[in-house]
């Protein structure tokens, strides 16, 4: 008789486990040496965090990754950290967290089952194939039994799949939606079938954008894998410096972030990068998963009409043509997206408070914020830029 059982532990590094075991569960559809469904969640994307000092002692992430185990296997892991702040998350809970220490309580730490500082949908819950269910919940039951034993205020899974927010939901935690906007790949053969899709206005200001990015007097190359160097690393960390000093004060990655990426994790990056003069002086970081490119970084040294809309966007659909992908994920926030055929998409978290009366305040408050985001983006979609037609098929 199979022995049910399954026991919780955490670890303070994904040192403590293999990357086979660890991938076993978070990407086993690369078993067949393809690419991950989500690359950020493999055990060297993860590891090359922690490596790099970009989470651990004194960032506020600090690693306390869950492992399920049955016997001697293990059949689910997450990516589990406490978190000192709310910085990096991009599914925000400032307010929350006012609210409750004016009450008197004390809101960090907290936990955080999440990819730090990226903004991508992924599973969260990493499970073996054929432990889903009980996986899910072993998971899910042992962050918010060590938050109570820890007397912590809550737990938060960010940017979960819908999935796992049912699953999550069904077991008591709180389901919040926000939103992001994606690219959809409708089986466009290129970059001007997209555009035959579009409004005519919106063609005519795509096109004109493009020529505009690409008139900058240099060259924008697409590197990945082999083609990539230090040199790029080099000219990227600038850029990212950059683009960190004026939005979050200071950068999350560290430097040697950037060196891993080149050893370990040059096969998951695309970096456009735009060269003039024999100078870099602007580049966007993605990385590719299976069926989606995940747009994460973008910094510049100089300022050009557009490139920006080109580096980030344009480039990423064209070599999601190219490639088969499904869709292009650019990040958090920014409806100038919309104009560029990003449409609004729901985006998923779970939330679980310990104080009851707390967890009542924020269930009225996500369901009022959920009538909201749907309205939101029943509107922005009417607005998008696709010809009505299209957008009627869509819905």
């Known amino acids: 008789m199979r022995d049910e059982t399954i026991e919780i ?5 994904l040192g ?3 990357a086979a075991d660890w991938d076993a569960c978070a990407c086993p559809e690369a078993a067949d040496g393809g690419r991950p469904n989500d690359p950020f ?3 060297r ?3 090359a965090l922690e490596d790099s000092g970009s989470v651990g002692p004194g960032t506020g992430w600090e690693p ?4 399920a ?6 059949i689910a892991v997450a990516p589990l950290y406490a978190k000192g702040h709310s910085q990096g998350e991009y599914i925000f809970d400032h307010k929350w967290a006012h609210a409750y220490e004016r009450a008197g309580g004390r809101y960090y730490p907290k936990l955080q089952i999440a990819v730090p500082f990226t903004p991508a949908t992924g599973r969260r819950l990493l499970v073996r194939p054929g432990h ?3 996986g899910r919940a072993a998971l899910l039951q042992g962050a918010t039994q060590i938050a109570a034993d820890a007397g912590l205020s809550s737990v938060h899974v960010t940017f979960c799949t819908g999935e796992e927010a049912e699953a999550g939901a069904a077991a008591g935690m709180l389901h919040r939606v926000t939103e992001q906007f994606h690219w959809q790949n409708r089986g466009y053969a290129d970059f001007d079938a997209f555009l035959a899709d579009l409004s005519s206005r919106k063609r005519k200001t795509i096109r004109k954008e493009r020529r505009e990015a690409n008139a900058f007097g240099g060259e924008i190359r697409m590197l990945t894998g082999d083609d990539l160097r230090p040199a790029h690393w080099e000219a990227f960390w600038t850029f990212y410096q950059d683009t960190g000093a004026r939005k979050w004060g200071r950068p999350y990655l560290t430097r040697a972030f950037f060196d891993l990426a080149q050893e370990r994790l040059r096969d998951d990056i695309l970096l456009v990068m735009a060269e003039r ?8 970081m993605n990385l590719v998963g299976r069926e989606t490119l995940y747009g994460r970084y973008w910094g510049c040294t100089e300022h050009h009409p557009c490139l920006h809309f080109e580096a980030c966007y344009y480039r990423a659909i064209d070599f999601a043509i190219a490639h088969g992908l499904a869709r292009v994920e650019a990040g958090a926030q920014g409806e100038h997206k919309l104009a560029r055929g990003y449409l609004p998409a729901e985006i998923h978290s779970l939330h679980w408070m310990a104080e009851p009366g707390f967890a009542e305040a924020v269930s009225r408050y996500l369901e009022a914020e959920r009538r909201a985001v749907e309205q939101d983006i029943e509107v922005l979609t009417a607005y998008g830029p696709f010809r009505k037609a299209n957008v009627e098929e869509r819905e």
């Open 132 to 134: 889903e269910d009980a």
């Open 41 to 43: 969640t493999t055990h």
């Open 69 to 74: 185990r049955r016997g001697d296997e293990v």
């Open 45 to 47: 994307f993860l590891k």
């Open 277 to 284: 003069g024999g100078d870099w002086i602007a580049g966007a």
């Open 9 to 13: 532990s955490t670890l303070k590094s």
């Open 16 to 18: 403590e486990i293999s």
């Open 64 to 67: 306390h990754y869950l492992t």
